[in-house]
C-alpha cells in the first residue's frame, strides 16, 4: 500500500526535481507487477497526483486497475491549499483518492526483465516525455 507517493505528480516533478521522485518509484511499480500483486494506493488530489499516476500505470507499464480511480472514504479532514480562491489553486489533501493495480492488461508489451537496465532506461525516457506533457496540461480542480 503507497500513501500519497506523489510518484505521478509532474509540475513537481519537471520544477523542484521531484522528476527523481517519477524515476524512483519505476523499479519498485515495476516488481509489483512482475510479482502480480495487488498494489494499493491513495492520492492527494486528482489534477497531479491521481493524473499522473493513472497515466504512468496505463501508458507506460499497461497495468490492470483491479479497483479503479475513486474517491477514498477514509480521506483526511485537512484540505492544504495555496490560495483562498477555491476555483484556480493547487491543493492537496492526504487519501483523497484510491486505486489498486493488479499485473498488466491482456495483450500488454512484455515489461523489461529485473536485470535489463536498457529497458528500464527506456522506460525513463518515456516516463520523462510524459511527465513533460501531463506537467504542460495540468489544470487544479476545484477544491473539494
Known amino acids: 500500500m503507497g500513501f500519497n507517493t506523489g510518484f505521478g505528480n509532474a509540475s513537481a516533478g519537471m520544477a523542484k526535481g521531484g522528476f527523481a521522485l517519477m524515476t524512483g518509484w ?55 491549499r495555496e490560495s483562498n480562491d477555491l476555483d484556480v489553486c493547487e491543493w492537496s489533501c492526504s487519501a483523497c483518492y484510491l486505486y489498486a493495480v493488479c499485473g498488466c492488461e491482456e495483450g500488454a508489451p512484455p515489461l523489461p526483465a529485473a536485470s535489463d537496465a536498457a529497458g528500464e532506461e527506456r522506460l525513463k525516457k518515456t516516463l520523462r516525455a510524459l511527465g513533460k506533457k501531463l506537467a504542460q496540461t495540468q489544470t487544479p480542480s476545484r477544491v473539494p
Not at 48 to 77: N, Y
Request: proline share 7%; charged share 15%; glycine share 4%.
Open 26 to 80: 519505476l523499479p519498485d511499480l515495476l516488481a509489483l507487477l512482475r510479482r502480480g500483486l495487488v498494489a494499493i494506493f491513495t492520492c492527494a488530489n486528482d489534477y497531479s497526483d491521481l493524473r499522473g499516476e493513472v497515466a504512468i500505470w496505463k501508458t507506460l507499464m499497461h497495468a490492470q486497475f483491479v479497483l479503479p480511480p475513486q474517491q477514498c472514504p477514509f480521506k483526511a479532514a485537512t484540505v492544504v
